[in-house]
């Protein structure tokens, strides 16, 4: 483990060895069987994770029962209710491995730890964060203001091996189409 997290890291910001060796010991890391949850809709979201393998997804479920679909995690990327870590109010959100993964978790002081002895960090995560902003800012543009082709094959562009590692229903959710509208979308475009 931490090869995938060294890598992202050495992508944004420069850290020594020692540093880096440092970082390691403030993490958790931690193997998730495939549906299995890391954070469940009412616990406290007490880590944010790196997806050094697998894939995960954040999601909610609302009144009516229906899942809405936030965010897929692949490898390289990091998943947490960052409201829920940052504050310690329960979360809405449920986490779920959707491949057998491996994390690393890192709990909130350990996180204002590795930024106080650290400084390179505390610019990978103001990097990460913003770039996490613009990111949902885009997505909830395009929600409003695109079709629901132009989602999905934005999402195919972006993630081409999407469609092999996440079922159809659960790509529906994430564009906001029902799965008879990606259905009818995917034999218009195939």
């Given at each position: 483990?931490?090869?995938?997290?060294?890598?992202?890291?050495?992508?944004?910001?420069?850290?020594s060895s020692?540093?880096?060796?440092?970082?390691?010991?403030?993490?958790?890391?931690?193997?998730?069987?495939?549906?299995?949850?890391?954070l469940?809709?009412?616990?406290s979201?007490?880590?944010?994770?790196?997806?050094?393998?697998?894939?995960?997804?954040s999601?909610?479920?609302?009144?009516?029962?229906?899942?809405?679909?936030?965010?897929?995690?692949?490898?390289?990327?990091?998943?947490?209710?960052?409201?829920s870590?940052f504050?310690?109010?329960?979360?809405?959100?449920?986490?779920?491995?959707?491949?057998?993964?491996?994390?690393?978790?890192?709990?909130?002081?350990?996180?204002?730890?590795?930024?106080?002895?650290?400084?390179?960090?505390?610019?990978?995560?103001?990097?990460?964060?913003?770039?996490?902003?613009?990111?949902?800012?885009?997505?909830?543009?395009?929600?409003?203001?695109t079709?629901?082709?132009?989602?999905?094959?934005?999402?195919?562009?972006?993630?081409?091996d999407?469609?092999?590692?996440?079922?159809?229903?659960?790509?529906?959710?994430?564009?906001?189409?029902?799965?008879?509208?990606?259905?009818?979308?995917?034999?218009?475009?195939?």
């Amino acid at each position: 483990m931490f090869e995938v997290l060294r890598k992202k890291l050495n992508e944004t910001i420069s850290l020594s060895s020692e540093e880096f060796e440092y970082a390691k010991t403030l993490f958790i890391p931690k193997k998730l069987r495939k549906k299995r949850f890391l954070l469940e809709d009412g616990d406290s979201c007490v880590y944010t994770s790196f997806v050094e393998k697998g894939l995960l997804r954040s999601f909610i479920i609302d009144d009516k029962g229906n899942e809405h679909i936030l965010q897929f995690s692949m490898q390289g990327w990091w998943a947490a209710d960052l409201y829920s870590f940052f504050t310690g109010e329960t979360s809405d959100y449920n986490i779920e491995a959707m491949e057998d993964s491996e994390l690393l978790l890192i709990t909130k002081d350990s996180w204002d730890l590795l930024l106080k002895e650290i400084p390179g960090f505390e610019r990978y995560f103001r990097i990460l964060i913003q770039n996490n902003l613009i990111v949902t800012q885009r997505r909830l543009m395009d929600t409003m203001s695109t079709t629901a082709e132009e989602r999905y094959l934005k999402l195919l562009h972006d993630f081409p091996d999407i469609s092999q590692r996440v079922p159809q229903h659960m790509i529906a959710s994430y564009i906001g189409v029902t799965r008879e509208t990606l259905s009818r979308l995917r034999s218009q475009l195939h």
